[in-house]
C-alpha cells in the first residue's frame, strides 16, 4: 500500500540543477556587455539574488520587481551602466534554456510515475520554468505543474500546495508528501498546508529552523521507499 497519494516537488535544487544553469545564465548575460568571466561576480551575483527572494517571500517585492531589483545592484556594484529590467530579460532568456537535472531526478520520477501523482511547485516565472521542464522532458512526467509567478500566491502560502493537489486530481493535504531542498519554502509551507515533508538535503547542511521535516534524504533515490513502505513513526528521517 503506498503511503502518499501524491508527492510535490520542488524544481530548482530539487529536480532542476539551478545552481549550474544559473552561472552559465549570468556569464552569457555579463559576456553580452563584454564584461570577462570572474567568480566573484557570480558570488556577488548569488548573495543579491538570496536577499530578493527573501524579500520576495516575505511579500516586500513583487515577483516582476525581482529582476530589476538584484540586476540593479548588481550592475551597480559592478560599476556597469545599463538597463536592469532589459538586463533581467536577457537573463532569464539564457536561464530558459538550461535545464540540467539534478542526480536520479528523472529516475526518481520514472520510479513514481503510475504509482502516485505527481506535481510541481516553484517558486518562478511561468515562461521560464516551463522552458526548462519541456527541455529536460520533466513536464511529461508530471500530472500537475503549479508555477507561483502564473498566480498570485507562492511558497510558503499553503494555497500554492492547495492548487496543486487540486490538479493532481483533488488529493487530501494528509495523504501527500513535498519534497523540496528549502526547509523555509518547501518543508514549512506544507507543514502549514498539512501535507508530509521530505527535506532533500544532499549537503548535509545543519537545520537552523525550530521545525522539522517528517524525512530527510541526501539523495531522491531514497523517495520510491519513502512512498511506498510502512509508516514510520513522525520523526524517522531517511539517510
Given amino acids: 500500500m503506498m503511503r502518499y497519494d501524491c508527492v510535490l516537488f520542488d524544481a530548482d535544487g530539487t529536480l532542476l540543477d539551478y545552481e549550474a544553469g544559473e552561472a552559465r545564465a549570468l556569464a552569457r548575460t555579463l559576456a553580452s556587455l563584454g564584461v570577462e568571466p570572474d567568480p566573484t561576480h557570480l558570488a556577488a551575483y548569488r548573495e543579491i539574488n538570496a536577499r530578493v527572494w527573501e524579500r520576495f517571500e516575505r511579500r516586500e517585492i513583487t515577483q516582476g520587481e525581482i529582476g530589476r531589483e538584484r540586476f540593479g545592484e548588481l550592475l551597480a556594484r559592478l560599476g556597469i551602466r545599463a538597463d536592469p529590467e532589459a538586463l533581467g530579460e536577457r537573463y532569464l532568456g539564457f536561464l530558459g534554456e538550461e535545464a540540467e537535472l539534478i542526480d536520479g531526478a528523472r529516475e526518481a520520477l520514472r ?122 513513526p513522525p520523526t524517522t528521517r531517511f539517510l
Avoid at 511561468?126 to 513536464?139: C, E, K, M, N, T
Avoid at 499553503?158 to 519554502?185: E, K, N
Wanted: hydrophobic residues 45%.
Fill in 111 to 232: 520510479a513514481l510515475r503510475g504509482r502516485v501523482k505527481l506535481a510541481l511547485v516553484t517558486n518562478g516565472l511561468g515562461p521560464v520554468q516551463r522552458a526548462r521542464l519541456a527541455r529536460s522532458g520533466l513536464d511529461a512526467l508530471l500530472d500537475a505543474v503549479v508555477i507561483s509567478g502564473e498566480l498570485t500566491v507562492a511558497k510558503p502560502d499553503p494555497r500554492i500546495f492547495a492548487l496543486a493537489l487540486d490538479g493532481a486530481g483533488g488529493v487530501p493535504p494528509h495523504r501527500a508528501l513535498m519534497v523540496g531542498d528549502s526547509l523555509a519554502s518547501d518543508v514549512l509551507g506544507a507543514i502549514q498546508a498539512g501535507l508530509a515533508s521530505c527535506w532533500f538535503n544532499p549537503r548535509g547542511e545543519a537545520n537552523p529552523f525550530p521545525f522539522s521535516p517528517t524525512y530527510e534524504i541526501r539523495s531522491l533515490a531514497e523517495l520510491p521507499g519513502i512512498v511506498g513502505t510502512a509508516d514510520p
